[in-house]
C-alpha cells in the first residue's frame, strides 16, 4: 500500500525559511521520480519541483533559486527546502509519486505553508 506523509508546513513570516518532508513507503522508492506540488486557494494545483531516480531535478521558474528538492534514499524520504519565502508561496503542498503499477498516480495529504507578517 502507497502512503506518502508530508510534514513540515507552518506559518513563516515573507523571507523565512521552511523544510518539507514527504515519507513514502509501499514501493520502490528510489526507483521512482518524486515530486512537489502546491494548491493555493481557488487555484488549480501545480508543479513545483521533482527529482527523478538519477538525482536530476527540476523546477518551476518561480521558486527557482530559493527551493531546493532532494532525496534521502536510505529513509525513503523527500524534502522541500523553501527559502526566502514570499506571501505568493502560501498553498498546501502535496507530495506526489507516479505513475506506478497499474498506471496509478498517489498523493500525500498534504502540509499547509502560510508566508504571512
Known amino acids: 500500500q502507497v502512503q506518502l506523509v508530508e510534514s513540515g508546513g507552518g506559518l513563516v513570516q515573507p523571507g523565512g525559511s521552511l523544510r518539507l518532508s514527504c515519507a513514502a513507503s509501499?514501493?520502490?522508492?528510489?526507483?521512482?521520480?518524486m515530486a512537489w506540488y502546491r494548491q493555493a486557494p481557488g487555484k488549480q494545483r501545480d508543479l513545483v519541483a521533482r527529482?527523478?531516480?538519477?538525482?536530476?531535478?527540476y523546477y518551476v521558474d518561480s521558486v527557482k533559486g530559493r527551493f531546493t528538492i532532494s532525496r534521502d534514499n536510505a529513509e525513503n524520504t523527500v524534502y522541500l527546502q523553501m527559502n526566502s519565502l514570499k506571501p505568493e508561496d502560501t498553498a498546501v503542498y502535496f507530495c506526489?509519486?507516479?505513475?506506478?503499477?497499474?498506471?496509478?498516480?498517489?498523493w500525500g495529504q498534504g502540509t499547509q505553508v502560510t508566508v504571512s507578517s
Open positions: 527529482i527523478n531516480s538519477g538525482g536530476g531535478t
Open positions: 506526489n509519486v507516479g505513475p506506478l503499477e497499474y498506471d496509478r498516480t498517489y
Open positions: 509501499g514501493f520502490t522508492f528510489s526507483a521512482n521520480t
